[in-house]
């Protein structure tokens, strides 16, 4: 293959390959002390934007960006990057997946929180299946094309240092004509994550999805959506995605829609009941009459004990996620980006449970963003701590 100047002599290449560790080691109510990956579904994917990898040499790759606050561990055939600031703010990112499963922020009280919600359970195989955290859903299409998404990413940089800020970078493309940045950010009090689109071939692309954040709570019913009062939304069945955590109940009545059903339907273009007991048919007939119809918001503290899965067509550029049982909060923003999906499993699970989280997602879903040839595209999603 040869390289645009975007693939300079810095790159690291990182296998795909899936390990198949067992996981007897995992606590299943410790999930950040990851050691293996998995793709969580087996389903039928679109193409994947890819560029070849090689088996990670985690030694390389402490030798060629240390001094920036960054350490790597080898996991099978998987790695996962570390960052440390002297402040005490911390996140982990797993490569090639580019998922982020960790955001751990110093408190007012002096000591630290996980802000991000990862579940690590064993899968059929007897490997570990990795959900949630902070990941990229975005689906691609352009003239006379399947539609394909980025699933695998290159070590293209590290900048800054530990007393700062450190920021990674990493790249995919699609036959050397689309290129994308995956660049994640970790300031004193601040996690961005960042995608950057250039459009290098002759017709139109269209991107649509979704930034993911699973943001850990004590339990719904003490969490609270501050600054959304006024704002438009529709409600939708729940956005399935690669890392994404939904309950089984609501997978099994068919309110969430596979990447490969995307392709064919568009997000979100229909629902698929498996419901058999009325009870189940009832509630399908009730999500089903309010899915399309855009409401309003009339509460400024919204308290997310029940069931909601939404767009925000018309949230402000940030508003502010508040856990009254971990006495804790989190702000959450976007650029580039006009809509805001939501997802709570509601209260009904058990608290610091497997459900105990929340979904945020700056995203295009009802609306796509399409570039014209040379066109430069940036997504921005801002995860604030204003617990110091």
């Known amino acids: 293959m040869v390289y645009t100047a975007l693939f300079s002599s ?7 390959k899936r390990p198949t560790e067992n996981v007897s080691s995992f ?14 579904r087996e389903f ?42 002297e402040n005490g703010s911390t996140a982990s990112l797993m490569l090639p997946s580019g998922l982020i499963t960790s955001y751990k922020v110093p408190m007012w009280h002096g000591g630290k929180v996980e802000l991000l919600h990862t579940s690590v359970s064993e899968g059929e195989d ?24 980025p699933t695998t990413w290159a070590l293209h940089d590290i900048r800054g240092n530990s007393q700062e800020s450190i920021q990674v970078e990493l790249i995919s493309t699609h036959k050397e004509k689309v290129e994308m940045k995956h660049i994640i950010n970790l300031q004193e009090d601040i996690l961005s994550t960042e995608l950057v689109i250039t459009n290098k071939i002759s017709s139109a692309l269209q991107l649509s999805g979704s930034f993911l954040s699973h943001l850990t709570v004590s339990t719904p019913d003490a969490t609270y959506a501050v600054g959304l009062e006024g704002s438009n939304f529709i409600s939708r069945p729940p956005f399935l995605s690669k890392f994404g955590i939904v309950p089984q109940e609501e997978e099994k009545l068919g309110f969430g829609q596979l990447w490969d059903e995307i392709v ?7 629902l698929v009941s498996s419901a058999k007991s009325s009870a189940n048919e009832l509630e399908n007939t009730r999500r089903k009459s309010e899915e399309g119809n855009e409401c309003e918001e009339n509460e400024n503290y919204k308290q997310l004990h029940e069931k909601m899965s939404r767009i925000y ?22 650029e580039g980006l006009d809509e805001v ?48």
């Open 10 to 16: 810095r790159i690291i290449h990182i296998s795909s």
């Open 27 to 40: 606590h299943p109510q410790h999930p950040f002390h990851l050691q293996c990956i998995k793709t969580k």
């Open 44 to 85: 039928p994917l679109p193409s994947v934007a890819s560029i070849p990898y090689q088996p990670i040499n985690v030694d390389y790759l402490e030798r060629e960006f240390s001094g920036h606050g960054v350490t790597f561990k080898d996991i099978v055939d998987s790695c996962i990057a570390k960052l440390v600031l």
């Open 126 to 149: 007897g490997g570990a299946v990795i959900e949630g955290g902070v990941s990229l859903a975005f689906k691609f299409e352009s003239d006379g094309e399947n539609s394909w998404y």
């Open 264 to 270: 064919h339907k568009g997000p979100f273009s229909g």
């Open 313 to 334: 067509t018309s949230a402000p550029q940030s508003f502010t996620l508040i856990d009254r049982g971990r006495r804790s909060s989190v702000v959450v923003g976007r």
């Open 341 to 388: 999906y939501m997802f709570s499993p509601g209260s009904s699970h058990e608290y610091y449970s497997k459900y105990a989280f929340v979904c945020i997602g700056q995203s295009a879903m009802l609306k796509p963003i399409t570039l014209k040839a040379g066109d430069v595209w940036r997504g921005v999603q801002h995860l604030h701590n204003p617990n110091l």
